[in-house]
């Protein structure tokens, strides 16, 4: 019966339960519903979930250290992976969204003459245009690759399998999102700011703090 159901029960099942702390809050939010309807309907008295709380765990960012990148840029120039190059400094340094980089092309995103990076709604995924300005490591590294391969596009016709082994060369596991994260967490503790990293990586500084951003020695 619904008035056998107590706060200390509600928090037993909850406090058992292996779901995310997202799906907790989900599921207490469904339920807290379902008990004010019955409250109304004279079903039950209280509602169990009314002052429940849910734990929010912050988990650690994971990033690659200074020793893992500069292992990560040596491979990038060998025959099997440099096609690959844009793809992982667009990462590594603007923190460009791994989707969001697949998608780009010489013409239409990579401004060289402005040293400038333009993604538009169309490929972001939040679908907010944005155009920032390129580190000077980054506009160094598209630069080399644009003189030493001409003809050769933004991403690789076969991508994926390049990747793939790319990723079997590291000496260290691959990170999910560890382009990413890396270029947020160094850009923030060399500039100790989220306002101009929030527009490149195209984040609210919620998000940024949330998902993207550690600390450093």
């Known amino acids: 019966l619904l ?3 107590n706060r200390e029960k509600v928090e037993e099942v909850f406090s058992d339960q292996k779901w995310s702390p997202q799906s907790l809050r989900n599921y207490r939010s469904l339920l807290s519903q379902f008990f004010n309807w019955s409250i109304r309907r004279g079903l039950t008295t ?5 002052h ?50 697949e998608r780009m092309t010489w013409d239409a995103n990579i401004r060289m003459a ?5 993604i538009q709604g169309e490929i972001s995924k939040t679908k907010r245009p944005r155009r920032f300005s390129m580190e000077p490591v980054l506009a160094a590294w598209l630069s080399w690759f644009r003189t030493a391969h001409k003809s050769a596009p933004l991403v690789a016709p076969d991508f994926k399998r390049r990747l793939d082994g790319f990723k079997r060369a590291l000496p ?5 999102d560890g382009l990413r994260h890396t270029f947020g967490t160094f850009h923030y ?3 100790k700011t989220l306002g101009p990293l929030t527009f490149i990586m195209g984040n609210s500084e919620s998000i940024a703090r949330k998902h993207y951003i550690t600390t450093l020695p």
Do not use: C, K
Request: charged fraction near 20%; charge should be negative.
């Open 3 to 5: 008035v056998e159901l």
């Open 46 to 50: 209280t509602n169990p979930l009314q």
């Open 52 to 101: 429940l709380q849910v734990a929010v765990v912050h988990r650690t960012v994971e990033v690659y250290s200074l020793d893992q990148v500069r292992t990560m840029v040596s491979i990038l120039p060998r025959p099997e992976f440099v096609g690959l190059t844009p793809y992982v400094v667009l990462g590594l340094f603007a923190g460009v969204r791994p989707l969001e980089a």
């Open 114 to 118: 402005t040293t400038e990076v333009e």
């Open 172 to 176: 260290f596991p691959w990170i999910t």
């Open 189 to 191: 503790n060399r500039d």
